[in-house]
């Protein structure tokens, strides 16, 4: 897969050459099996058998030369810049208490998320009020929505010993440790478990060192002993300062598959970002990169601290918030960090939770809606949730998102795949976003494979590789 920074050689294939801002793929699927160039007159060249090669200034060695000197390169940017992961992405995370976590997590945040529909949104309308313009069938985005918290109400679970739990004596964590570990490994057992689920450890700063690594030992221990570990599982480093402590959560990776018997690699984590330093180094440079490079490929994503890193930035604690200018900025340089390297970035959460009267819930869901709005238009396509009543604008503004913007992706991506001149002149970089957006609104349920395909006139197969995916794409068909 190609890479950014016009790099185009590192990971690409060499066999694919642009025609009119197109690729011919060689002999390969949907190629000619001709190389085509255009000559110093403008006219092309297919390097078909008994073509004359035209004259060149340059000797071989010269291109041996620069090959020499730009290897090193070429490695270094594979190394860091893989491309986009493989499989699927959560729209959300949901963070639970430690001590405040039922017995069946995703299944009780969906009752309670249909409880608060049932009694604050019993007619659909309403989302036309709270989504604004683009809702064209608000009882079909409804019957959606209200599908979803049936049967996935969450897609990523994160069990929380940090903030959400606070300092307790040791002999109270171990044991929740241990429950938390029990809990985990029934949901497993008994296919309750989300698709991603984990828990997020104290920090690694001086003061929680201790406390965490002795909870996520405890954790896991248990967890292993009680099966196989699940796929999905992530672990959430908080309140990163340094790039040392991303050195260090991956060592005490390494140690614990070591001491447990695990292939190399199995354990991730993400960092949360929360901290001014974890945006900005004293020496200038954007940290978010360096934390990339010093977690030894197990870094999975860089999740912004809306709060944490709002107040450590000076802002009035009313004016906090995912659309302020120091999210946007600490945001864009995850962002940008992040591009192409694999590691996934994250928005925050809201701490204005629909609780209340129905006007207060309201007003609370509106602007949940439109922070996720927001957040998906800007690239980040993840969110923190924080109160089960924010589930339903989530998956409503998601699902609107993909949905409005269905037909039209459709539509660009089958005139690229065509060659269709149209009056929006596609990049390939640009057709692969079309196929990942489509494949994204599948991915979450908002559009069934067969719409997707409709859309496009392509397989979901084909769509799936125009993407860059090679992970299963998992379908929901439209409620009934």
Not at 95 to 116: K, N, T
Not at 147 to 159: N, S, T
């Amino acid at each position: 897969m190609c890479l950014p920074f016009g790099a185009a050689s590192v990971g690409c294939s060499f066999n694919k050459v642009l025609i009119d801002g197109r690729q011919d793929h060689g002999a390969g699927p949907g190629g000619t099996g001709r190389i085509r160039g255009v000559g110093g007159d403008g006219r092309v060249m297919t390097g078909e058998p008994g073509a004359v090669a035209p004259p060149t200034s340059l000797g071989e060695r010269v291109r041996r030369d620069i090959e020499r000197s730009q290897q090193p390169i070429d490695l270094e940017l594979a190394r860091r810049h893989p491309g986009d992961p493989a499989g699927r992405q959560p729209v959300h995370t949901v963070y639970i208490p430690a001590d405040a976590v039922p017995g069946d997590p995703a299944g009780e945040w969906g009752r309670r998320a249909l409880e608060s529909m049932d009694r604050h949104a019993p007619d659909p309308a309403v989302w036309v009020d709270l989504l604004g313009a683009g809702v064209d069938d608000p009882a079909d985005l409804d019957a959606r929505v209200r599908d979803k918290l049936r049967h996935e109400p969450v897609e990523d679970l994160r069990i929380d010993f940090e903030d959400g739990y606070g300092t307790r004596p040791d002999a109270e964590e171990d044991a929740r440790a241990l429950a938390v570990a029990r809990l985990l490994a029934r949901l497993v057992a008994e296919g309750m478990a989300p698709p991603f689920l984990g828990i997020r450890m104290k920090s690694l700063e001086a003061p929680d060192r201790r406390r965490g690594i002795r909870t996520l030992d405890i954790v896991l221990t248990a967890l292993h002993d009680a099966g196989p570990l699940p796929p999905g599982l992530l672990i959430t480093l908080p309140k990163v300062t340094h790039p040392a402590r991303v050195t260090a959560m991956a060592q005490l990776c390494e140690a614990l598959e070591e001491t447990r018997g695990l292939p190399p690699g199995t354990l991730r984590f993400e960092a949360q970002i929360e901290t001014p330093s974890a945006v900005l180094g004293a020496d200038g440079r954007a940290t978010p990169a360096l934390l990339i490079d010093a977690a030894r490929g197990r870094l999975a994503g860089l999740h912004y601290g809306t709060y944490d890193y709002s107040a450590a930035c000076g802002v009035a604690a009313h004016h906090q918030a995912p659309d302020h200018p120091v999210a946007d900025h600490a945001k864009a340089v995850m962002q940008v960090a992040a591009a192409g390297t694999g590691v996934r970035v994250s928005d925050g959460s809201s701490n204005i939770l629909p609780v209340g009267d129905t006007p207060a819930v309201h007003a609370a869901w509106r602007l949940h809606a439109r922070w996720v709005e927001r957040s998906l238009a800007r690239g980040f396509h993840q969110g923190w949730d924080l109160h089960p009543g924010q589930l339903p604008t989530r998956y409503a503004a998601v699902f609107a998102f993909f949905r409005r913007g269905l037909v039209r992706s459709g539509e660009r991506l089958a005139g690229w795949v065509g060659r269709a001149e149209a009056g929006v002149l596609e990049e390939p970089a640009t057709a692969r976003a079309l196929a990942g957006y489509l494949v994204r609104g599948v991915d979450c349920g908002a559009v069934p494979a067969a719409e997707a395909e409709a859309a496009c006139g392509l397989p979901l197969g084909r769509l799936a590789e125009l993407a860059g995916r090679t992970a299963p794409i998992r379908d929901r068909p439209a409620p009934t």
